[in-house]
């Protein structure tokens, strides 16, 4: 099967799907200048219109990577977090702390989706 990939730049593409499978890029908040709460729901609005594109949502989660800057932003992370996921559809996921690429990001996620069937 074909790999489909969307938004494709000369260093990553923000989604490739293959076999009903979506990939997306890590997402980040483009306005950096908001708190953990703001960065995140920014950020899973990315991951929302994404997935739309590629006949998938939230509900079809398959795998999360959470990346945060600090740790002590992990409760304010979550509460954004709680407030978004699927109930009842909650998928595997991972955060850690970590470096990222851009100091003023507070947060970047990745995701693993199914497509519609």
Not at 83 to 101: D, H, I, M, N, S
Not at 104 to 113: F, K, S
Request: charged content about 20%; hydrophobic content about 45%.
């Amino acid at each position: 099967m074909a790999v489909i990939r969307h938004h494709v730049g000369p260093r990553l593409s923000e989604i490739a799907v293959h076999n009903g499978t979506v990939y997306l890029a890590g997402q980040i908040a483009e306005d950096t200048t908001q708190d953990i709460a703001g960065q995140t729901r920014e950020v899973l609005g990315h991951i929302d219109r994404l997935l739309a594109e590629v006949n998938s949502d939230k509900s079809h989660l398959l795998s999360v990577q959470i990346y945060i800057a600090d740790m002590k932003d992990f409760p304010g992370m979550n509460a954004v977090w709680d407030g978004w996921v699927a109930q009842g559809a909650t998928p595997p996921r991972a955060t850690v702390e970590a470096k990222l690429a851009n100091p003023a990001c507070l947060v970047e996620i990745v995701v693993v989706a199914a497509q519609r069937g």
